[in-house]
Every structure is written in C-alpha cells, then in structure tokens.
C-alpha cells in the first residue's frame, strides 16, 4: 500500500515569492493533516480536513497560508508571500477517520526562503 | 489541556547496549500516547502506540514502552541498540477519542557509537 505521497521534497524560493506544497494521502484515509516543523522542534497542527471540510485551522496563519482539498481526497497548502520565517518542513499526515488515532505521515516538503 | 515533555533532546549509545529515551505527560484525561521515529529526511513512522489496554507495548524494531499512571511516564526502550536506530525521536500525547490533536514532543536525538 502507498503512503502519504508529497511534493515537492525541497523548494528554495526568494521572499515574497508564492509557494505552493501538494499532499495526496492515504486511499480510503478521510481525515488529512498538516503540520509545520521547525528545525529542532515537533510538528505542529496546521489544519485538519474531515474530507473536504477545515474542521481545525486555527493555527494557520490565514493572512498568508491558505490550503484547500477540493474533493476530499488530495490537498494543496500555498503561502502567499513567503517569509524568511517560513523555513521549515511541512509535513502532511492522514488517518482513516474520527475513529481511527494513528495518523501516517509522508516525508515532507523542506522549504527554504531567501 | 494537554502536554508532553522529553527529557533528553540528545542521547547517545554505544552499539549493543540498552537504550532509554524518556517521556512524561501531562493530560486531563485519560491520554493516548505514541512514540514516532524521523530518520533523516524522513517522514515520521509510528513505533508503537499505547491506547489504554496493556501498560506495556511493545512496537516494530524491538522498541517497547510501559504507561505508568502513577509517573505520568511513557518511556521508550529497547535492549541493545543497532546503528540504524539512530534518528529522531518523537513522543506524541493525544485524548483518546473525539478530535486527535497531537501535542507532539520537542524530540530526543538519538546517536548510536560503533
């Protein structure tokens, strides 16, 4: 079985450039996640869908990161401009519904901003 | 509210011998608790997860961990520690039915010497 597929792997851009990061999660997984991971710490919750639905984005800055997942299934998280700030790894992660824990995650996307 | 600390962020072993990475929670209820490894470049992949049955799980690669209540602990070990355990890792704490946020650990990083 496939795991949570990510891209790109690595994306180096300049400040104020929009970037865009793609997840395609698990088949048959509802629930998709995104988490930012900042260089020596863990992840942290960026949004939850419940198949095409934002159930959890209160910590995503929403004046320059929006994602959206139109038909319940893959999800695409974009940050429009970039900041020096936002170099870190994005990770994506998804979970077979509210009656399912464990969450899979696939191998991230590490973004660098100039 | 939920949290979990790892005691170590850096642990180092020599090859062959025991290895014990430290975690507590904090959780007004009765928590799930996961531990999840990163190698390099890496997505997380899940060790082992504890969801209120047996206080002792054991997971993949001969990790195990024991729940205590009365230490609020959930300690990961493993009996002799082989090269390629060295990565990152994660103790994850999370309620265990409803929305699953993860409050994930700030990581220990594991070195294993020759």
């Known amino acids: 079985e496939a795991g949570v597929v990510q891209s790109p792997r690595y994306k180096i851009i300049e400040k104020k450039q929009p970037v865009a990061f793609w997840c395609n999660p698990i088949?048959?997984?509802?629930?998709l996640y995104w988490y930012l991971q900042n260089l020596g710490q863990g992840p942290e919750l960026l949004i939850r869908?419940?198949?095409?639905?934002?159930?959890?984005d209160s910590q995503l800055p929403k004046d320059r990161f929006s994602a959206e997942r139109l038909k319940g299934v893959d999800s695409t998280l974009k940050i429009q401009p970039a900041e020096l700030g936002d170099s870190a790894v994005y990770l994506c992660?998804?979970?077979?519904?509210?009656?399912?824990?464990?969450?899979?995650f696939g191998p991230g996307t590490r973004l660098l901003v100039l | 509210a939920q949290s979990v600390t790892q005691l170590d962020s850096h642990v180092s072993v020599s090859e062959g011998t025991p290895v014990l990475l430290r975690c507590n929670y904090s959780?007004?209820?009765?928590?799930?608790l996961f531990w999840y490894v990163q190698h390099p470049n890496k997505g997380l992949q899940l060790l082992l997860k504890?969801?209120?049955?047996?206080?002792l799980v054991k997971g993949i690669n001969g990790f195990e961990a024991e729940f205590k209540k009365s230490e609020t602990s959930f300690h990961l070990t493993k009996p002799s520690a082989h090269m390629s355990d060295a990565a990152e890792y994660f103790c994850?704490?999370?309620?265990?039915?409803?929305?699953?946020?993860?409050?994930f650990g700030t990581g220990t990083r594991l070195k294993v010497l020759a």
């Open positions: 088949s048959g997984h509802n629930t």
């Open positions: 869908y419940e198949n095409e639905e934002a159930v959890d």
């Open positions: 992660a998804s979970s077979l519904g509210t009656s399912s824990e464990t969450q899979y």
């Open positions: 504890y969801t209120s049955a047996a206080t």
């Open positions: 994850v704490v999370t309620k265990p039915s409803g929305t699953y946020k993860y409050i």
């Open positions: 959780s007004s209820y009765s928590p799930s």
